[in-house]
């Protein structure tokens, strides 16, 4: 009897050691998503629309930024991106308000292609599944009949 009651200590010892572990995995990697490796912003111009972006990338590739999208003859949007980079695609999703009506907000997706210090928003077939709306598997996004070209300039804190 004596036995057994060693026999579970040593296991529950062996189980909470295995949990430490874990914990300090966690907090590395979540260290790692908080550092920042870069701050770029882009404005797009065309016809009256402007639209101005700034990501941020983070050590572990992930893409947070802010955006802000003033067309004419629509409520201002403003809200937060997030997404990653696959190849030379960022597949983000826009979290938005529209106007100053702040308790509604949207979600979109996006996809922007870089090239050289230019990005691209691509236009894509979109369904909504659930509620939540994505671009169609297996359509293409088009790159190159698009109003909005980003390009790159200086971030200036507003």
Excluded: W
């Excluded at 797009?44 to 700034?54: F, G, M, S």
């Excluded at 201002?76 to 702040?102: C, M, N, P, R, W």
């Amino acid at each position: 009897m004596k036995n057994l009651g060693l026999l579970c200590l040593l296991f529950t010892c062996i189980g909470l050691q295995s949990c430490k572990n874990n914990k300090s995995e966690k907090i590395i990697k979540a260290k790692e998503a908080v550092e920042i490796v870069s701050v770029q912003c882009y404005k797009a111009l065309y016809e009256e629309d402007t639209l101005d972006l700034k990501i941020n990338t983070f050590k572990n590739g992930e893409i947070k930024g802010n955006m802000e999208m003033a067309i004419a003859n629509m409520p201002k949007k403003v809200g937060e991106i997030a997404g990653e980079f696959h190849g030379d695609t960022l597949f983000a999703s826009y979290t938005f308000t529209q106007g100053g009506y702040t308790e509604k907000t949207y979600k979109n997706p996006m996809a922007f292609l870089k090239r050289g210090d230019e990005l691209i928003l691509g236009d894509g077939k979109i369904q909504i599944t659930l509620g939540a709306s994505h671009f169609v598997k297996g359509e293409p996004i088009d790159f190159e009949r698009v109003k909005y070209k980003f390009t790159a300039v200086d971030c200036v804190d507003k």
